[in-house]
C-alpha cells in the first residue's frame, strides 16, 4: 500500500508541476506566471534609472537626466549615439508596447493571442501593411545617414533586449507567455505604418458607391456635399491662390461601376482627430508667439506618447515621441515648435478589378489581360497550423476583396490604390523638423513627408507662425476618388500629383493666428479637387471664434481652450428643436427632463446632466433620420452630423424624414418628438441599473490597457467633460492624447500632459501618475534642460558609456 500511496502522489505531483508550467487553452502558465523569482511579482520592482551602464557600439558617453516624472534627458556628443540610447531608454521602459504595435500593423497578433485575431490579420495583411512598411524602408535605405540612424535606435532597444531575463521581462510578456523578438529597422517601419493606417486608413468610397446606386446623383450630392454651407477652413478664406500653376486633370470618359458592395474594411474609430494653433506675438500677452496641440487618439496604457529630451552638441528637441519612431513627434527646440493634426484627405481610392479566370493570375487592363503579382501570406496561428492566404497584387495596389475573401462578384475583386503604399521618407521630416531653427528649415523638412496627410502648424522664436497642410495628395478629377473605379480604364488611374510647392499653406497670417481642427482644408477658391470626406464642423469654429474673440491671449487662455466643454453642435440644433417641436403630447416624467435640457447652458461639464440628455437624444434623432441607410448585406455610410443637422432645420419636410417601417408620413418636427420619447425611456433604464446620470459617468470615459481584457490595468468613470464635438473632444475611449503650449521665449517655456505615464510597467507608480491631472485639466510645467550639467529638478542620473 505504501508504494501505491508513493505512486500516487508522486503522479499528483507531476500533474501539478505540468499544469503550472504549461498553457491551457488562453490560460498562461500560472506556475511561471506566479513565480517568485521570474514571475508577475518582478514588475512590482521600478527600472533602475542611475549608475553606470556599459554600450557595445557608443562611440562616446551619453548622460540621461531624470526628472520628477521619470522623463529622459538624453545628452549624446553625436547622432547615432542619441539614436543608440534613444532606442535603449524607450525600450527599457515601453519595450511591450512597442513589438506589440509592430505586431498589430504586420497582422501577426494571432501568434500571441491565438485565432480569436485571425480575422483581424487578415484585414492587415490585406491592406498591405507590411509591403508599405517594405517599401518606406527601401526609400529610407536611399539615404544612408538617415538608415544608419534607424540601425543605431534597433542597436538601442536590442541592447535592452538582451538584458532581459526571465524576471525583469515584461508583465504582458509574462501573461501572454511569449519571448520579445530583436528589433529592426522594418519594426519602425511597421511602426510608422501603424500610425498611417490609424490616420490615413479612412476611406468611404465602396459605401458612396452603394449610395449613389441606391439613392441617385441629385439625392447623394445633396447628402454629402463637396462643402458645407458653413465653412471656416484650416487655411484663411482670403489666401490668393494665383501662384499656382499646374491645372486640376481634366474629367475623363468612363463609367462608375454601380456594384452592390456588402462588406469593406473598418475604417478607423470616428475619435480620431486633432487641434493645433499658433498665435503670433501681436495677439499674445508677452509679444511672443504661443503654439498649442492636442492630438485626439485612442486612450490608452500605456500612453501611444513618450516624452523625451533629445539633444545633442548641433540641437536640443523636447517633446512626445512614439515608441518605435526616431526624434520628437509634436514638440520644440530652442528656436521653433511644431504640432500637427490629421489633415484627413482622401489619399485611398478603390478600382473593380477583372480577373480572366479563378486563377486570378491576370486581370484586364487598358483592352490587355496584365499580369498580376502573387503575395502569399502567412499567418501563423498560436497552438494552431498556420493559415495561407493568397493577396493578389495590380498596379492599382493589393486586392482586397477577391472571391477568396468577402467578395461574391466571380471572377472580380477590388483592389486598393493607397498613399501609404508609396514608400515615404516620413521619418526623416520628424529628424529635420528636431533641427530645424527657422521657417525656411520648417518647409523644407516637410517636403519629405507623404503620408499620413498632416496640418503641420510652427511657431518660432523670430515671430513666426505658419501651417502647411502636407503629404503627397493625387492631382484628381473632379469627383475623382469618391466611388469604385473602372480598375482596366488608363484614364481612371491616379494621372499626377499636386506639387509640394501648391500644398495649401500659410505663413504670418494677417488675422494673427493659424489654427487646424480637421477641418475642410480650403474654400472652394483652391484650384485642386478635394471634396468633403467627413471633415470637421465644430470644434475648428469654436477655436477661431476664440482667436477673434479679443486682442491678446496668454497660456491661461491656451490652456482654457484646450480644455473648453462648449457644445456647439447642441446650441445649433436645441433651439430650433425647442421652437419647433410640439411638446403638448408629453407625459409628465417626460416634462420634467424636458424642462431640464431647455435650461442647459450647452456646455458638456461632468456634473451636469443636459449633455447626457442630449447624447441620447441625438443618438435616436440621427438613426430616425437615416433609416434608409439600414439595408441588410450592403455596406452604407450616413451623412456627417454637421448635414443632418443643415437638412432637419433646412428641409424638414424632405422624404429621407419620413420613417420608413410606419404607414404616416413624418417630418422633421415629428423626428425631434418620437426621438425625444424613446430618449427619456432609454436614459430611465440606464438611471434604473447604474444611477443619476450626470456627464461623468454617463459617458464613462477611461483610459484602457492595450490589451483589452486588462481591467486591471485599466482606469474608468474618468472626471472630464467635453465629446467628441467639442474642443476638448473627450469621448468615451478617445481624445487628447497628449495637450502641449509653448511659448517662445529664449528658451522656450512650455506645459503638457497626457493620460498616463512614463512608465509601461503596471507595478509602477509612474504607469498612470498623469490621469487624474490631466483629467482636470491641469498640465506638468516641462523641464526644458540646456545642458547637462544642470541639477535642478533631476531625481537621477545614468550614465551610458562605450563597452
Do not use: C
Not at 75 to 81: R, V
Not at 223 to 243: G, K, N
Amino acid at each position: 500500500m505504501k508504494y501505491l500511496k508513493f505512486v500516487v502522489s508522486l503522479l499528483l505531483t507531476a500533474l501539478v508541476f505540468y499544469g503550472l508550467n504549461n498553457k491551457f487553452g488562453s490560460i498562461p502558465p500560472i506556475g511561471k506566471f506566479l513565480n517568485p523569482y521570474t514571475g508577475i511579482w518582478q514588475n512590482e520592482s521600478e527600472t533602475k534609472i542611475d549608475g553606470t551602464i556599459a554600450l557595445a557600439g557608443l562611440k562616446e558617453e551619453v548622460t540621461v537626466h531624470y526628472d520628477e516624472h521619470l522623463i529622459p534627458h538624453v545628452f549624446a556628443q553625436n547622432d547615432l549615439d542619441l539614436y543608440r540610447v534613444q532606442g535603449y531608454i524607450t525600450a527599457k521602459h515601453r519595450l511591450w508596447q512597442m513589438e506589440f504595435q509592430t505586431y498589430g500593423a504586420a497582422g501577426r497578433i494571432s501568434e500571441i493571442i491565438g485565432e480569436v485575431a485571425l480575422d483581424y490579420d487578415r484585414h492587415q495583411r490585406r491592406r498591405g501593411n507590411v509591403y508599405g512598411a517594405e517599401r518606406a524602408l527601401k526609400k529610407m535605405q536611399e539615404n544612408p545617414e538617415l538608415y544608419s540612424a534607424l540601425e543605431a535606435y534597433a542597436a538601442g532597444v536590442n541592447d535592452f533586449v538582451n538584458e532581459l531575463d526571465g524576471a525583469n521581462l515584461p508583465v504582458e510578456y509574462k501573461l501572454l507567455d511569449y519571448q520579445p523578438e530583436f528589433w529592426t529597422p522594418l519594426k519602425s517601419a511597421l511602426f510608422l505604418m501603424y500610425m498611417t493606417k490609424d490616420l490615413a486608413g479612412g476611406d468611404n468610397d465602396l459605401e458612396y458607391t452603394n449610395a449613389l446606386r441606391i439613392f441617385g446623383k441629385e439625392r447623394f450630392d445633396l447628402l454629402f456635399p463637396d462643402f458645407f454651407d458653413t465653412i471656416d477652413p484650416v487655411i484663411p478664406m482670403e489666401t490668393d491662390w494665383s501662384f499656382i500653376t499646374t491645372p486640376i486633370t481634366p474629367v475623363p470618359q468612363g463609367e462608375t461601376p454601380l456594384d452592390t458592395i456588402a462588406q469593406t474594411l473598418p475604417n478607423p474609430p470616428p475619435g480620431i482627430g486633432s487641434n493645433n494653433w499658433a498665435v503670433s506675438g501681436k495677439k499674445t500677452y508677452s509679444g511672443n508667439a504661443i503654439l498649442a496641440n492636442d492630438p485626439h487618439l485612442k486612450l490608452n496604457l500605456p500612453s501611444i506618447w513618450y516624452i523625451m529630451q533629445l539633444s545633442t552638441p548641433e540641437y536640443n528637441s523636447f517633446g512626445a515621441t512614439l515608441p518605435g519612431a526616431l526624434g520628437v513627434i509634436s514638440g520644440f527646440n530652442n528656436y521653433i515648435s511644431w504640432g500637427e493634426t490629421n489633415a484627413t484627405r482622401d489619399v485611398m481610392d478603390w478600382y473593380k478589378i477583372e480577373f480572366r479566370d479563378a486563377g486570378m493570375a491576370e486581370y484586364r487592363y487598358d483592352g490587355k489581360w496584365e499580369k498580376s503579382t502573387l503575395r502569399v501570406e502567412e499567418i501563423k496561428i498560436k497552438g494552431q497550423p498556420s493559415y495561407i492566404d493568397s493577396v493578389y497584387y495590380t498596379r492599382h495596389g493589393p486586392v482586397v476583396f477577391d472571391p477568396n475573401f468577402r467578395s461574391e462578384s466571380g471572377y472580380s475583386g477590388y483592389a486598393m490604390k493607397w498613399m501609404g503604399h508609396e514608400g515615404g521618407n516620413t521619418q526623416s521630416t520628424f529628424i529635420k523638423l528636431n533641427k530645424s531653427k527657422n521657417y525656411s528649415d520648417y518647409k523644407e523638412a516637410l517636403k519629405n513627408h507623404i503620408a499620413p496627410a498632416q496640418n503641420f502648424a510652427f511657431a518660432s522664436v523670430d515671430g513666426d507662425i505658419a501651417l502647411w497642410i502636407q503629404g503627397k495628395f493625387p492631382n484628381k478629377w473632379k469627383g475623382q476618388g469618391k466611388f469604385l473605379m473602372d480598375g482596366s480604364n488608363p484614364e481612371h488611374e491616379w494621372q499626377g500629383f499636386i506639387p509640394q510647392e501648391f500644398n495649401a499653406h500659410t505663413l504670418n497670417p494677417e488675422r494673427g493666428f493659424v489654427s487646424s481642427a480637421n477641418q475642410h482644408p480650403v474654400d472652394p477658391s483652391y484650384p485642386y479637387f478635394v471634396f468633403n470626406d467627413f471633415y470637421e464642423a465644430y470644434r475648428n469654429r469654436i477655436i477661431n471664434d476664440f482667436f477673434t474673440s479679443k486682442e491678446t491671449f496668454d497660456i491661461q487662455d491656451f490652456k482654457n481652450l484646450q480644455n473648453n466643454n462648449y457644445n456647439l453642435k447642441a446650441h445649433e440644433l436645441l433651439p430650433f428643436i425647442f421652437e419647433t417641436m410640439d411638446s403638448t403630447s408629453l407625459s409628465g416624467d417626460e416634462l420634467v427632463i424636458y424642462e431640464k435640457i431647455k435650461k442647459w447652458d450647452f456646455y458638456n461639464d461632468i456634473s451636469k446632466i443636459g449633455p447626457s440628455i442630449w447624447t441620447s437624444w441625438w443618438e435616436e434623432l440621427y438613426d430616425l433620420t437615416w433609416d434608409e441607410f439600414n439595408k441588410e448585406g450592403v455596406a452604407l455610410t450616413k451623412p456627417t452630423s454637421y448635414q443632418t443637422i443643415h437638412l432637419l432645420k433646412t428641409k424638414g419636410d424632405d422624404p429621407f424624414m419620413d420613417i420608413v417601417k410606419t404607414p404616416e408620413k413624418e417630418a422633421a418636427k415629428d423626428l425631434f418628438l418620437i426621438s425625444f420619447k424613446n430618449a427619456v425611456r432609454s436614459l430611465s433604464v440606464w438611471e434604473e441599473e447604474n444611477g443619476e446620470y450626470n456627464w461623468q459617468t454617463y459617458k464613462g470615459t477611461y483610459v484602457g490597457h492595450l490589451l483589452q481584457g486588462l481591467p486591471a490595468f485599466s482606469h474608468f468613470d474618468l472626471p472630464i467633460g467635453g465629446d467628441g464635438s467639442t474642443v476638448n473632444a473627450a469621448t468615451k475611449n478617445h481624445g487628447p492624447s497628449w495637450r502641449m503650449i509653448v511659448e517662445m521665449t529664449s528658451p522656450p517655456t512650455a506645459y503638457g500632459i497626457y493620460p498616463g505615464g512614463q512608465s509601461g510597467n503596471p507595478g509602477s507608480k509612474y504607469y498612470d501618475n498623469f490621469i487624474e491631472s490631466w483629467a482636470r485639466g491641469n498640465y506638468l510645467n516641462l523641464l526644458f534642460m540646456q545642458a547637462k550639467t544642470n541639477k535642478e529638478g533631476i531625481m537621477a542620473t545614468q550614465t551610458l558609456i562605450p563597452q
